[in-house]
């Protein structure tokens, strides 16, 4: 009876916040700067925001249309999560006592 109670009433009630957690999870992991620059010293195992240094760096300050573009790309995934994910991030607001 509990996990009944629980998959049925508790769990589609605490979708909407879940995904909002898993959301702002993603895209705090994704922007991440600072812990990668500390912890990689392999160019290839660096993540998206290390990348486009190493890539600003490598171009010089002449090429600024590839720097772009790779900034371009790196914002693409995020704001695909984003625009899917916007009706439950409004039902995680609602849902959180924040109602207007």
């Not at 589609?12 to 702002?24: D, N, T």
């Not at 990689?40 to 660096?46: F, L, R």
């Not at 760096?57 to 995020?78: D, E, H, I, K, Y």
Request: hydrophobic share 50%; net charge positive; glycine share 12%.
């Amino acid at each position: 009876m509990r996990v009944w109670t629980y998959w049925h009433i508790i769990l589609p009630m605490c979708r909407p916040s879940l995904i909002v957690i898993g959301l702002l999870t993603f895209i705090g992991s994704w922007n991440d700067f600072y812990r990668p620059l500390i912890f990689i010293n392999d160019t290839a195992k660096m993540t998206l925001p290390l990348g486009m240094t190493v890539l600003r760096g490598m171009l010089g300050t002449g090429n600024q249309s590839s720097v772009l573009a790779g900034v371009m790309l790196t914002t693409v995934v995020p704001f695909l999560f984003l625009i899917f994910g916007q009706r439950y991030l409004i039902e995680g607001i609602s849902v959180g006592g924040l109602k207007g």
